[in-house]
């Protein structure tokens, strides 16, 4: 099975970028759906965005980081990355990555087998 491993969390300000990555082992990302969520003190994990496995090409954005996060992969490196641009306070919450053997995005937490760990993200303002 995939186990995902996110890093590139960090403390930044408001209107700077941060790039996250999942990586994995053991099995190629490029065969699984792979999608970012995210979850802030005293609120549900939400969704952030998601990538189809390779050859699906297919992604998805929450609105509120449309036009700001970009989701892409690095097959080669058996890593999923999620650039973040225009950060924002609200943006503040762990980021996880998870992993899905199936071929076409999926927004919903509960279609994800394999999770990381997470890693922190402050945007202070």
């Known amino acids: 099975q995939v186990q995902p491993v996110e890093s590139g969390g960090g403390l930044v300000q408001a209107g700077d970028s941060l790039r996250l990555s999942c990586a994995a082992s053991?099995?190629?990302?490029?065969?699984?759906?792979v999608g970012w969520f995210r979850q802030a003190p005293e609120k549900e994990r939400e969704f952030v965005a998601a990538d189809s496995a390779t050859g699906s090409y297919s992604t998805a954005y929450s609105d509120s980081v449309k036009g700001r996060f970009t989701i892409s992969r690095d097959n080669a490196k058996n890593t999923v990355y999620l650039q973040m641009n225009s950060l924002k306070p609200e943006d503040t919450a762990v980021y996880y990555c998870a992993a899905s053997l199936v071929l076409n995005v999926r927004t919903y937490a509960g279609q994800y087998a394999y999770w990381g760990q997470g890693t922190q993200v402050t945007v202070s303002s």
């Open positions: 053991a099995r190629p990302l490029s065969r699984y759906a």
